[in-house]
């Protein structure tokens, strides 16, 4: 794959006009002229001052900064060289990001040496990226200095934030490079590792473009005039689009906060969207239940959230039982049932896929768990039969969606659980020096379906099932437990697991299958409820509920259940349990177990 162009058979649905597929910079342009001074970035600051000390630029600032960097990258780099943001959290990885889509290098989301827990991440995919430019901040310079040389990483390095001010004349001299297409590489976004070694997405512009066009079709947004408040990580894919390029593409003002910031106090989430009249946000679906948790209830009277016109929960399996809680503790203060999103999206098809309808609450769907575990979806559910909840994505936009048999590549029909193929503007490129695992992928031929194209498929490998038009996502392929040939959802058993005991943290599980003499059988790692310091004197207890909620719920024998201490089960970069990572510890036995007290 060349690191400059790349190129994929797509067939997506008509609904967008050719002149809305331009660059980033031209879009930045427009509002610099439209609205120059308009706010467009604002970080609020938790470490430098407990009330968030608010930085803003406008649009115009943004496009002279954007433009000067991308001056300095030009001159630093040849067309396909990769930039590494290793950047913190904030107003220069947006202005890195937007200055580096205006060249012809190809950007690497990346972050700062020093976020906790990621640096053997950070070196596995620099040195994969290789690098010629590293971006970073004054602040940061020397930490990024000394990591590039502890990993032999020859790169030159810019501090982004020193060409913030008296960057006229710098920015003047910016001119499109010669040969620019929509469809060279413009960034490799890296997986966050849940099932296989973090890779690297390549993503071109007219992705990233027809991603943000489907997201404003998606979402029914113009953009403009929004708030979007965000504290995801700028180097995840949906953190890099919404806090990032949806602004400089659709005019809205992006708010950023630190994640470290929210989940040190969750309230500040909540805060920063209190009181706008149009608001959207983002979060996977634990922050939901983290805010409806951690906020008291005097801190709630002080929100006003009826402006929030989008909650879009996605990036994990979404719980009816979240929503419920987040709207019983914020409803009160103005949260709608209908502004909450439930979506699909995932770094391979850029980002977005499907979301709910616009001004509809959420449909939740109570199908047969027995009947699920044989791949078929039934919402009759029989008698003793233990029913499954699974929370409706809305229906794809701009893209088509498929439920495929990925054994024999043959389209499933509605009800029918397989794996989900997308074809798309959106769907990148393949992955990064990984021409084998890319064929397999990324340009999958369909078999014998005569109304959608064949070539140019991508396989998700995550499963789902089509019901009355509307998507539901029922796990991962290489996640998925099979017992005495039934389909177990992890999710769904550690849902269960969680709910049987007091002790036990929730969202914190890793559920899997091991070999025995007598086939597989069921694995449950569960962290302590960290303010349970004494469940090692309950520890008989907790195993027995466990066992009994296990087996009540979804007829199977829990073959063994580890309490560990908080914080101790493997994640990926995104926070995701790393399932994968949780049994090789748990057959290494090396898993920190809670101590049983005497």
């Not at 970073?136 to 982004?160: C, M, P, Q, W, Y």
């Not at 016109?309 to 809680?325: D, H, K, Q």
């Not at 043959?410 to 393949?430: S, Y």
Request: charged letters at 20%; one cysteine or more; glycine letters at 8%.
């Amino acid at each position: 794959m060349s690191p400059r162009t790349t190129s994929r058979p797509s067939s997506a649905p008509a609904g967008f006009e050719p002149g809305d597929f331009a660059f980033i910079s031209d879009y930045l342009d427009r509002w610099a002229d439209e609205v120059p001074d308009s706010p467009a970035v604002t970080f609020v600051d938790y470490f430098a001052s407990r009330e968030g000390l608010r930085d803003t630029i406008t649009f115009v600032q943004l496009q002279q900064w954007a433009r000067a960097v991308a001056v300095r990258i030009g001159a630093l780099t040849r067309p396909g060289d990769r930039v590494a943001f290793l950047l913190p959290q904030g107003i220069e990885y947006v202005v890195g990001f937007t200055g580096c889509l205006h060249t012809t290098a190809v950007g690497v989301p990346l972050f700062a040496p020093d976020l906790p827990g990621h640096a053997d991440r950070l070196a596995a995919v620099s040195l994969d990226a290789a690098p010629s430019l590293v971006l970073t901040t004054s602040d940061k310079r020397a930490l990024v200095d000394g990591f590039l040389a502890e990993h032999g990483i020859t790169a030159e390095v810019l501090n982004v934030d020193e060409l913030r001010h008296g960057n006229e004349e710098l920015a003047a001299s910016y001119t499109r490079p010669d040969g620019h297409e929509l469809d060279d590489v413009a960034y490799l976004q890296y997986t966050s590792g849940s099932t296989r070694t973090p890779a690297g997405v390549v993503l071109t512009h007219r992705n990233l473009i027809a991603n943000a066009l489907q997201l404003k079709e998606g979402t029914d947004s113009s953009f403009k005039e929004l708030t979007i408040v965000s504290w995801l990580p700028l180097f995840h894919d949906m953190g890099l689009l919404l806090g990032a390029a949806i602004p400089v593409f659709g005019a809205a003002h992006s708010v950023l906060i630190d994640p470290v910031a929210f989940i040190l106090k969750p309230l500040r989430w909540l805060q920063a969207v209190s009181g706008h009249e149009k608001a959207v946000t983002a979060a996977p679906n634990f922050a939901f239940d983290y805010v409806a948790k951690r906020v008291k209830p005097e801190q709630r009277a002080g929100l006003d959230l009826s402006g929030v016109r989008t909650w879009v929960n996605g990036a994990e399996p979404i719980l009816p039982s979240t929503l419920e809680r987040f709207q019983e503790a914020f409803g009160p203060v103005g949260a709608r049932p209908d502004a909450m999103r439930p979506s699909y999206g995932l770094a391979e098809a850029t980002v977005f896929v499907a979301c709910s309808p616009h001004h509809e609450a959420p449909t939740i769907l109570q199908v047969d768990g027995e009947e699920m575990s044989h791949g078929t979806i039934t919402t009759e559910v029989a008698e003793g039969v233990t029913p499954v909840q699974l929370v409706s994505c809305g229906t794809p936009v701009g893209q088509h969606v498929a439920i495929v048999d990925p054994d024999t590549r043959m389209r499933l029909p509605d009800g029918q659980i397989g794996e989900i193929w997308l074809n798309g503007e959106n769907v990148g490129g393949g992955l990064w020096n990984k021409p084998e695992e890319t064929k397999a992928l990324f340009d999958v031929e369909l078999l014998e379906h005569a109304e959608l194209p064949s070539r140019g498929w991508l396989r998700t490998e995550d499963l789902g099932v089509f019901v009355d038009g509307n998507l539901y996502i029922t796990g991962r392929i290489k996640d998925i437990i099979i017992i005495d040939g039934r389909n177990i959802y992890p999710h769904d058993v550690e849902f269960t697991v969680e709910e049987s005991h007091d002790a036990i943290a929730q969202r914190r599980l890793a559920s899997f299958s091991i070999a025995t003499d007598h086939g597989e059988a069921l694995v449950v790692v569960a962290e302590r409820y960290r303010h349970n310091p004494d469940a090692g004197a309950d520890l008989e207890a907790i195993v027995s509920a466990a066992r009994e909620a296990v087996s009540l719920d979804h007829s199977l024998a829990l073959h063994d259940f580890v309490l560990v201490e908080p914080d101790t089960i493997p994640r990926t970069s995104s926070g995701k349990i790393a399932r994968k990572a949780t049994r090789e510890a748990y057959v290494a036995g090396t898993l920190s177990t809670t101590p049983i007290l005497g």
